[in-house]
Nanobody, 114 residues
Framework: QVYLVESGGALVLPGESLRLSCKAS????????MDWYRQAPGKQRELVAR???????NYSEFVQGRFTVSRDNVRRTLYLEMNDLEPEDTATYYC????????WGPGTQVTVSS
């Protein structure tokens, strides 16, 4: 069974930084494309960032230049470094993979507020 577990969400001030982690188990992590999505209250879930097994990354335009996605295949962990956070970044952040039939983590809450 594949499990994805996110951590690192918190309440922060505008302009601050956070690093989210997603620990994977039950899968061949190193061959999987991994994604970060987010969902704000009343809005649809949206793609934030993606990293392929080869380390190729792409980002949604609203985080380009502020967020960095990375992976540690030895630790089977996906990361999202978020800098210069804005109130509009407030959301539940989810880890996702299309590996197998596709899996989601339960999410971690990020709140950016003064």
């Amino acid at each position: 069974q594949v499990y994805l577990v996110e951590s690192g969400g918190a309440l922060v001030l505008p302009g601050e930084s956070l690093r989210l982690s997603c620990k994977a188990s039950g899968m061949n992590f190193k061959i999987a494309t991994m994604d970060w999505y987010r969902q704000a209250p009343g809005k649809q879930r949206e793609l934030v960032a993606r990293i392929t097994s080869a380390g190729v990354t792409n980002y949604s335009e609203f985080v380009q230049g502020r967020f960095t996605v990375s992976r540690d295949n030895v630790r089977r962990t996906l990361y999202l470094e978020m800098n210069d956070l804005e109130p509009e970044d407030t959301a539940t952040y989810y880890c996702h993979t299309d590996y197998g039939r596709g899996f989601w983590g339960p999410g971690t809450q990020v709140t950016v507020s003064s």
